[in-house]
Each structure stands twice: as structure tokens, then as C-alpha cells.
């Protein structure tokens, strides 16, 4: 082994000017903000840092929706060597928080005044104990219904407000020629669909106790059952070619009017945006069917990880000071389609569909019904959020499993990933 | 061994035939994605969409490749893939070179030297090869922050050799084996000790398993994506990394062609060492490795 | 670095020293081969033998987003029974892992034949045949998942030849979308197996052949009888090298279907991957882990056991 370890040494001290830990006042973000438009409206974020003179060290990592990225975090985590902020999000901030890896960012909330800034249910994901560790970027939604209005002239429909239009519609839709609904056969992307057909059916009321409180008696009710079977005759609108098709390959087809629907989050919208579309006129956003009373939300955020070094935790209080700076909340949610994630900004440079999200947020905000996204990770942790994602890609994709059976496993899934 | 068939009968030459056929259509199977490939690439993003996977492309044109080199995003940088080209390298040739090193003298030790308990050795270090990486993920995460090398080079080129000498041991000791014993006991018997042996009787004919070694690990090790994305750091991400930030990006127009030109990039190097070494790696392998 | 020392040493001893060394029990050069071994022994046993062992504690603990050690006894074991994921994952590791050795060997063995025939342009056919293993499924699974894809593949091309009825979806159907994983993984590595046993068929004497030929044997028959039993230990390597690629078979999922439809292309690796690192639970993802090595282990010491002994004694 000796001879080993001399090695391994010598190679360690010809490596160490090149490890990697952020250096005086720099800070080392880990991220999956990798497309051309994310990246563009990122680096608004990171000119600021630079005019402040700070630095900014770009760890981005793609894939999965974070997955890839958050591995490499539990696995930076474990050297002991965590970047400086890391985009991580709802619950799972409480769990990086309960290991003790989060910093303080309570000095920048006062003087910045985020108690009044961000709304109440914004904040609270951002506090682990009391503390804030994170900060927000945006808020999405993500029961949108996105449709191109020449495939529903050509099939003489409306846009749906209940489920049971969205199913009409798609019939006429499916005999003019189109695909009614466009979807990815990808495990979140049916959760996707499954929360906002369970939202729309159900109402928020319910949504809550199922998918956010985890109630056996909800998960395996008949109420369950009935958003099962709604969610199965979803796929009666479905094409064959959807397995393992990505989200926007799904929205390409709406833009080019294949499809009539898509259920997506509001992300999809910056792929209208980059197609030369505009909202309203070529193409339409509303609520999905049955959910204008509701906003199911996800919120990305930088979590800070604790530092000891001086300089760095200046850059790091700064960042978080940062992201909520007007000129890049503006930037980066014009180029994601999402809402800021303070309310008070000027919305004129955003489109109708943003507005009317905003008007949205806060309206349900005060009346009810904004509700956390469980299949995006803000409502419950990421074993039981598996498990549900077992139970409902399983069942949508199974044409023998009844409903029934479905709802049962639910009520175990719910119980069975908690230990 | 080869079997040359008379070429004059009409039956020989309808085997012939056949045999080029099968020989031909087995081809094309395996040339199809990379046909695939290299059409995308040099298509403009409009005929895409529109055409056919294999309708050849109307308009070729280069700019994919030149996109995905120098300006595609990979991150908040967008300078292509090709800066992580170096960094791949730097990883690659050190871990090579230090595991093919290994790799021989454990396979001239476990062979020329065998003692009592050499063939347990030998199977100990065998079961390596069979650990999924995503196992050993955090334990090594947890040791390389030990070492002090967490997300540096350093770490990622000792990850690769501990993980890649079960293989270069077992292509040396499989090759060695079929080295005759009588040169290096007559060379015992003139007093030349363990190195001089292996400089001068078991080195100078290992050029064919060292090329087998060499091409296996460079493959390995520039493909590999877990290790080089867990354990690296912003500045030393290898190009596997880069290509996945480019290619598994979930928001905003993929760019087929960028992604296919930056995958054909990334897959150039081993490529041509496949293509330039093939030949000498199925000769590396007739001379011995794949005697069990 | 140590290891130059007594390099240095002996390349200096006279030559008496030498033969007195050869004795077995003689000074430094008797230890030296243990110790130019030791280091990598040190490291099999620390980085392979030590993790599993750490991975078997784990898998006692409840540990959730990172390794905590609240021990749990066997819980995560009896969880991973009641799994329907996990039954899923370990049947298709037999499904693919036993299609994927068996076809690639028999592709492999039957294209090196065939190459052996002295053909024109083999050399390129070779390497048409080979390239495939120098590329992963990070580059090539956006174009599989492609040509898998019905409205975009390789069925969308064939009826456009104008044979309508033609279908191959299996990637949409559940209980077929594992057979897509095995063609991909089939065209990855069998190229591989070809050259492997070429390289077996260039290293037989051509006598024995010449000799069957004289007996009037028909060419299959050789091939099958005298040829075939020579090439035991090219099926030994390409066994070994087979059985370590579908065990650690994870890209190809992750590029081709990411698992999917429903879970129906689980496998143990992404399993475990999921469990451990998307889910937060690595003692659930540590127990499957424990699972997978000694499923590994189950097939592979007999396996080897009788391999090698059967050489020993033959």
C-alpha cells in the first residue's frame, strides 16, 4: 500500500493546484441550467456577481431534471467538499438542512426585508428551523393546459374547463386528424398529468390530503379511484410514439399543430417563446381543465451550503442578495416562463399567460388552493414521491391494472417508503 | 486457421455469395446508427424535423459541428465541448499508463513467480471487475475527501486505476501465462533478478497485450461518465460530462444536430484508436489474452 | 516509488548473489513478487472487498439521504421482498443477461467463422463490426432510442417502403421493451466477441483441420466438433467479459427507455441508482446492492470454480 500512497501523494500535490473548492471570494454553483436560454438569462446572474466583484466557478451538471446533479451533490457532500450554492428545491432543502450542511442566510433576509417580500408560502420553503438557507429563483405552474387554436378550429373545439371537455374535445380533436394530447411516456411527465387530472377532477381540497398530507383514507378513497380511471382515459388521447419522448418534443408538436393539447408545466412555454409564437394568438394557455380555482406550484431555489472561509461566505451572502436582484428575476423568468419569485415586480414585459399566473398565484394565495407540485418534489420527500411515481407510471402504463388496485398500492407506497 | 473453398464449382461460388451477403447485411446492422449519426449532424435543423431519420441530408452543412465544438452551452459557459477535450486527456493517459503498468507486473508476478496463494490472488482481484460503479460511489467519495483529492484530477485518475487494474492484470496474466517458463528460469538460474526478467524477456514481446490493455482502458476510462462527473470539480469536468450537459438538457429547442455532431466529437478519440489499433488489438488478443 | 529501490539493487548484484536467491526461501527477490502484488491486493481489498462491506452495513442502517448509522437489522432487506420494483429489476437481468451472453455469442462465434474465409476488405468489415464497443451509450443512445421509436424508426422506414403492416413497437409495450435493451446491447458488444474469437480461430494449428478435411468431414462439422472445443477458453473470456457488461448494464437503460415503460426495463443497477440517489433511501439502494454482488457471486464461483479446475486438470 505504501508504495501506493506515495503515489496517489505525489500525483495529489501535482493535482492540487488544480482542486477545485472555490477560492477567496469566489463561489462554486452547482446547477442544471444548461439550455441556450437558461444560460443566457443565468449569466445576467453571474455579470451581476461580477460587477460586484465577486466570482463566479460554473458547475453545471444536466440531466433528469436535476437527478444526475443532485448525485454529484450527495457525492461532494460525502468528500466533505460541497460547492457554495446548489439549485435544490422544497422539502429537500429541510433534508439537507437536517444534516447540518446548510449556512445561515438570515443577516441578508433582514436587511433585504424577505419576510415582506416573498410571499408567506414562498418563504416558509425557504427557512429550515426558523433560519433561511435558500433562496428563491422563480415559481412555476404547473397545471397549465397548452393548446394550438388552428388544430381546435380545424376540429371546432373550445378550449376544455372541466375534464369532461378535455375529453370531448379530444375526440373531435382525434377525428379531425391530430393527436389530442401530446405527452412523453417519461415517469414524471405521467405524474405530471396525473396531478393535474387528480386536481381538476378532485379539487384542491383533496389534492391536499392525497397527494400533500398522504391521508390512507384519500389515497385509497373513491375519490383516488375516480382520478385513476380519469387519468387512465387520458391516454385514450395519447399517441404510440410517446415512450421515453422528452416534454418538448411533446410541445414541438403542439407548435406544430400535430397535436392539439399538451398538460405541462409553464416551462414549455420557452419553447413557444424560442418557436416565434405568441401567447394568446398562436398559441392559448389555460388552467388544466378544472383547476383555474387551484395553482399547484415549483419553485426553484440556490441553497447555501456552510462555509468557513470569510471571503467566500461574503461572495455567498451577496449571491443570495443577488437572486432576487429586479434585472435578473426579470431575465431568468422571461426566459423559463415561470413568475418571479417576488411579487412585486413590473410584469409589463411579460406575456398574458405569465400575467394571469402571477394574478393566480396570488389570488389562491388568499382564497385557497395553491398547493404544493408533488410530482416536481415540493410535496412530499423524494422516497415517497418515487414510490408514487412507481404506483402511477406503473398503473397508466399496465392496461390490465384496475383502479382499484392502483389506489391500494398508493396507500402502501405512501407507507412503505417511510422507514 | 483458414479454410480456403474451391471457387471453380457453381455451389462454392452461391456460398460465396452468401457468405458476402451475410457478412454485408451484418455490416449494415452495426453501421446504421452511426450512419444515423453523421447524417443528423451536417443537417440543418429544419430538414430534421421534416425529413426521415435516413434521407440524406438536402442542404450539409457544418455549422453543427463547428456549433458544438466552440459555442454550444454546456453550463453558463458556452464554448462547445471542445475545451473539455484537454481535460479528458489529462485524465485519461495518466490512468492508463499508470494501470497498464500495474496491470503488467502483477500478471508477470501472479505467472513467473507464482507462490502459494497466487491463483487466490488472482480470483480476489477477478471479483473487481464485477462491482457496478454506482456502488462504490459514495465510499469513494467518502475516501477520496479522506485523501485530501476530492474533485480533482488526482482523484479521478486514482479512481480509474484502482478500478481498472483487475482488468490489465487479468489481460497480463492471461497473456504471461503463455510465455515459456524455461526462458525465465534459465534466466533465475544466471541470477537475474524480478525487474531485469520482466525488462528483458517478458517486456520486450508484450507489445500486443499492451496495445489490448491500452485500447480496452483508453475506452473505458474516456467513456466512462459517473466517475467523471461525481468526482470532478467545475474546472476538470471530462467531456462526458460536457456532451451530457449538452445532450440531456431539458428545457429549450434541442438542437439534434449540435447534440449529434458534440456525440461524434466526444466519440472521435476512441474511435480512431479502434479504427487505426483494431487491427493489432485482434492480433494483441491471438496472442494470448484469450486463453481463459 | 518504492519500487525502484530494489530494482536498482538487483540490477547491481553480482552473480553469485543470484543464485542463491533462487532458493524459495532466499532473501528479497523471493518477496518481491509479493510485494510488487501487494499494493494492488491492498487496494482490491480496501476499494472492492471494503466498500461491500460498508455497503453491507449500510444496508443494515436506515440511512436516507446520506449514510447515517441507525442500525435496523435486516428491514431493508424484507422492504427490498416486498418490492414489486425490485422483482421486476432482478427478472430482467436473468431475461437480458442470459439473451445478451447467449446472442452475442452466438453472433460473435458465427461472424468470425464466416470472416475467416478469407474475405475481402475483412479488415474493414472487422472494424465496422468492432467499433461499436469503442462508443457509449451516452453518445449512441439518442439515436437508438430513435430507431426503437415507431413513429421515428426503423417501423416508421419500413413502411414508407410501402410495407404497411409492418410493425415494431416494442419499445411501447411493456412486456417487450426489454428485448429492445437486448439489440442494443447486442450491437455494442458482439463485434467484440467476433474479434475475440477470431482471434481464437487465427491461434489454431491448421493441421488438426487438414487432418478432419483428409477424414472427409463436411466444413460445419469441423467447425462444430474439432474446431469449436479448441475455442473453450475464447467462450471462457468472452463469458467473463459478457457477464460484467450486462451486470453493470445502466447507461443503456438510462439512454434507451430510462426505465421505462412504467418500469418494465428496471434493471438492478438503475434500481439501485435510483434508490440511493434520486430517492433518498441508500439503505433500500445498499441492500439491493448486497443482492446484486451476491447474485454476482452465486453464478460466478462455480462457474469459475469449474472453469479453471477443468483446465488444470485437462
Redesign the interface.
Known amino acids: 500500500m505504501s508504495t501506493f500512497k506515495k503515489t496517489t501523494l505525489a500525483l495529489a500535490l501535482a493535482g492540487a493546484a488544480l482542486a477545485s473548492t472555490a477560492q477567496a471570494n469566489e463561489v462554486e454553483v452547482l446547477h442544471w441550467w444548461t439550455s441556450g436560454g437558461e444560460a443566457r438569462a443565468a449569466n445576467v446572474l453571474k455579470d451581476l456577481m461580477e460587477s460586484e466583484g465577486y466570482g463566479w466557478q460554473d458547475f453545471a451538471v444536466a440531466g433528469g431534471g436535476g437527478e444526475t446533479a443532485m448525485t454529484v451533490l450527495k457525492s461532494r457532500a460525502m468528500s466533505g467538499n460541497p460547492p457554495s450554492a446548489a439549485q435544490i428545491k422544497g422539502p429537500e432543502i429541510q433534508e439537507w438542512g437536517e444534516l447540518g450542511l446548510l449556512g445561515d442566510l438570515n443577516g441578508v433576509a433582514d436587511a433585504e426585508g424577505w419576510d415582506e417580500l416573498l410571499p408567506e408560502v414562498v418563504a416558509d420553503i425557504m427557512r429550515y428551523d426558523g433560519q433561511y438557507v435558500a433562496v428563491p429563483v422563480n415559481v412555476h405552474r404547473v397545471n397549465w393546459l397548452w393548446a394550438n387554436p388552428e388544430v381546435l378550429e380545424a376540429a371546432g373545439v373550445e378550449m376544455p374547463t372541466t375534464l369532461d371537455e378535455l375529453f370531448e374535445a379530444g375526440e373531435a380533436i382525434r377525428e379531425a386528424g391530430f393527436v389530442p394530447l401530446a405527452h412523453g411516456g417519461q415517469a414524471w411527465q405521467d405524474a405530471t398529468v396525473f396531478e393535474s387530472v387528480l386536481l381538476g377532477g378532485q379539487g384542491s381540497e383533496f389534492y391536499q390530503q392525497a397527494l400533500v398530507d398522504l391521508d390512507p383514507e384519500a389515497l385509497g378513497g373513491e375519490q383516488m379511484i375516480d382520478a385513476l380511471e380519469d387519468f387512465k382515459r387520458t391516454r385514450e388521447l395519447m399517441d404510440e410514439g410517446m415512450p421515453g419522448r422528452d416534454w418538448n418534443i411533446a410541445t414541438v408538436m403542439v407548435i406544430e399543430g400535430v397535436a392539439g393539447f399538451q398538460l405541462m408545466g409553464d416551462w414549455a412555454k420557452g419553447e413557444f417563446t424560442a418557436a416565434g409564437l405568441t401567447a394568446g394568438e398562436d398559441y392559448l394557455c389555460a388552467a388544466a381543465p378544472g383547476t383555474e380555482d387551484a395553482f399547484t406550484f415549483n419553485i426553484d431555489s440556490l441553497a447555501m451550503f456552510r462555509v468557513t472561509d470569510d471571503e467566500e461566505l461574503e461572495a455567498q451572502q451577496a449571491l443570495a442578495r443577488l437572486v432576487l436582484e429586479p434585472t435578473f428575476q426579470e431575465a431568468f423568468n422571461l426566459a423559463k416562463g415561470s413568475i418571479p419569485a417576488r411579487p412585486d415586480l413590473d410584469m409589463s414585459e411579460f406575456d398574458s399567460c405569465a400575467q394571469q399566473s402571477l394574478a393566480d398565484f396570488q389570488r389562491t394565495a388568499e382564497e385557497g388552493g395553491l398547493v404544493p407540485s408533488m410530482a416536481h418534489g415540493m410535496a412530499v420527500r423524494a422516497d415517497v414521491q418515487g414510490a408514487i411515481f412507481d404506483v402511477v407510471t406503473n398503473y397508466f402504463n399496465d392496461a390490465d391494472m384496475p383502479a382499484e388496485e392502483a389506489a391500494e398500492r398508493m396507500v402502501s407506497a405512501a407507507e412503505a417508503a417511510s422507514f | 486457421?483458414?479454410?480456403?473453398?474451391r471457387r471453380q464449382t457453381p455451389a462454392a461460388r452461391l456460398f460465396?455469395g452468401l457468405?458476402?451477403g451475410?457478412?454485408i447485411l451484418?455490416?449494415l446492422?452495426?453501421?446504421?446508427?452511426?450512419v444515423?449519426?453523421l447524417m443528423?449532424s451536417v443537417k440543418p435543423l429544419s430538414e430534421i424535423?421534416a425529413g426521415?431519420?435516413?434521407s440524406l441530408p438536402q442542404n450539409p452543412t457544418l455549422t453543427p459541428w463547428t456549433k458544438a465544438w466552440g459555442e454550444a452551452?454546456?453550463?453558463?459557459?458556452?464554448e462547445g465541448v471542445g475545451g473539455y477535450f484537454w481535460n479528458s486527456f489529462a485524465i485519461v493517459i495518466?490512468a492508463v499508463l499508470?494501470s497498464t503498468t500495474?496491470g503488467a507486473?502483477?500478471g508477470y508476478?501472479?505467472t513467473k513467480?507464482r507462490?502459494k496463494g497466487?491463483?487466490l490472488?488472482f480470483?480476489?482481484?477477478?471479483?473487481?471487475?464485477?462491482?457496478?460503479?454506482?456502488?462504490?460511489?459514495?465510499?469513494?467519495?467518502?475516501?477520496?475527501?479522506w485523501?485530501?483529492?476530492?474533485?480533482?484530477?488526482?482523484?479521478l485518475?486514482?479512481v480509474h486505476v484502482?478500478?481498472g487494474?483487475?482488468f490489465t492484470?487479468l489481460f497480463f496474466r492471461?497473456f504471461y501465462v503463455g510465455i515459456p517458463n524455461e526462458l525465465v528460469s534459465a534466466a533465475?538460474?544466471?541470477?537475474?533478478?524480478?525487474?531485469?526478467i520482466f525488462w528483458r524477456i517478458l517486456l520486450p514481446v508484450s507489445a500486443p497485450i499492451i496495445v489490448v490493455s491500452v485500447i480496452w482502458q483508453f475506452?473505458q476510462i474516456w467513456?466512462d461518465?459517473?466517475f467523471g462527473?461525481?468526482?470532478?470539480?467545475?474546472?476538470?469536468q471530462p467531456v462526458?460530462?460536457a456532451?451530457?450537459?449538452?445532450?440531456?438538457?431539458?428545457?429549450?429547442?434541442?438542437e439534434?444536430n449540435v447534440?449529434?455532431a458534440a456525440?461524434?466529437i466526444?466519440?472521435l478519440p476512441?474511435?480512431v484508436?479502434?479504427?487505426l489499433a483494431?487491427?493489432y488489438?485482434?492480433?494483441g488478443?491471438?496472442a494470448g489474452?484469450?486463453?481463459? | 516509488m518504492r519500487d525502484s529501490l530494489p530494482m536498482k539493487n538487483t540490477s547491481a548484484t553480482p552473480l553469485g548473489a543470484g543464485a542463491k536467491r533462487s532458493t524459495p526461501s532466499g532473501g528479497l527477490q523471493a518477496w518481491l513478487p509479493r510485494l510488487v502484488l501487494a499494493p494492488s491486493v491492498a487496494i482490491s481489498l480496501f476499494f472492492v472487498y471494503g466498500f461491500m462491506l460498508w455497503t453491507f452495513v449500510l444496508s443494515l442502517t436506515s440511512s436516507r439521504m446520506l449514510p447515517s448509522y441507525d442500525f435496523v437489522g435486516f428491514g431493508q432487506y424484507s422492504r427490498l421482498m416486498a418490492n414489486e420494483r425490485w422483482w421486476v429489476a432482478s427478472t430482467n437481468l436473468m431475461i437480458f443477461g442470459v439473451l445478451f451472453v447467449v446472442i452475442c455469442l452466438a453472433i460473435g462465434s458465427l461472424l468470425a467463422i464466416l470472416l475467416d474465409q478469407k474475405i475481402r476488405q475483412e479488415g474493414a468489415l472487422r472494424t465496422i463490426y468492432l467499433y461499436p464497443m469503442a462508443l457509449s451509450f451516452i453518445v449512441t443512445g439518442v439515436v437508438w432510442k430513435w430507431l426503437l421509436n415507431p413513429q421515428l424508426g426503423i417501423q416508421a422506414m419500413v413502411q414508407s417502403w410501402g410495407f404497411e403492416s409492418f410493425r415494431f413497437d416494442w419499445i411501447t409495450d411493456p412486456d417487450m421493451a426489454i428485448y429492445t435493451l437486448v439489440i442494443a446491447a447486442v450491437w455494442q458488444a458482439s463485434g467484440f466477441v467476433m474479434a475475440l474469437f477470431l482471434a481464437g480461430l487465427r491461434g489454431i494449428d491448421d493441421s488438426i483441420v487438414k487432418a478432419a478435411q483428409l477424414d472427409g468431414a463436411s466444413l460445419p462439422r469441423i467447425y462444430w466438433r474439432v474446431v469449436m472445443p479448441c475455442l473453450r477458453p475464447v467462450v471462457f473470456s468472452a463469458v467473463m467479459i459478457l457477464a460484467h457488461i450486462a451486470i453493470k448494464s445502466f447507461d443503456l437503460v438510462v439512454a434507451l427507455t430510462g426505465g421505462g415503460p412504467g418500469y418494465a426495463t428496471d434493471l438492478p443497477a438503475t434500481f439501485m441508482y435510483a434508490h440511493a440517489f434520486t430517492r433518498a433511501q441508500i439503505g433500500l439502494g445498499s441492500a439491493s446492492a448486497m443482492l446484486m454482488l451476491g447474485g454476482v457471486l452465486a453464478i460466478l464461483i462455480p462457474y469459475l470454480y469449474s472453469e479453471l479446475r477443468s483446465r488444470k486438470h485437462g
Open positions: 486457421m483458414a479454410n480456403v473453398i460465396r457468405l458476402y451475410v457478412l451484418a455490416a446492422f452495426y453501421i446504421l446508427p452511426l444515423v449519426m443528423t424535423s426521415s431519420l435516413l452551452c454546456t453550463g453558463m459557459r458556452c495518466p499508470i500495474i507486473l502483477n508476478a501472479l513467480w507462490f497466487s491463483e490472488v480470483a480476489l482481484m477477478l471479483f473487481g471487475c464485477f462491482i457496478p460503479f454506482q456502488v462504490v460511489l459514495l465510499p469513494m467519495a467518502q475516501t477520496l475527501g485523501l485530501g483529492i476530492s474533485s480533482s484530477r488526482a482523484g485518475i486514482l484502482v478500478f487494474i483487475a492484470t492471461n533465475k538460474l544466471d541470477g537475474a533478478g524480478f525487474f531485469r475506452t467513456n461518465f459517473l462527473v461525481a468526482f470532478s470539480a467545475h474546472n476538470t462526458t460530462v456532451l451530457n450537459n449538452l445532450v440531456n438538457t431539458s428545457t429549450g429547442v434541442r439534434y447534440d449529434m456525440a461524434m466526444a466519440a476512441t474511435l484508436v479502434y479504427v483494431g487491427k488489438f485482434v492480433r488478443l491471438t489474452s484469450v486463453k481463459g
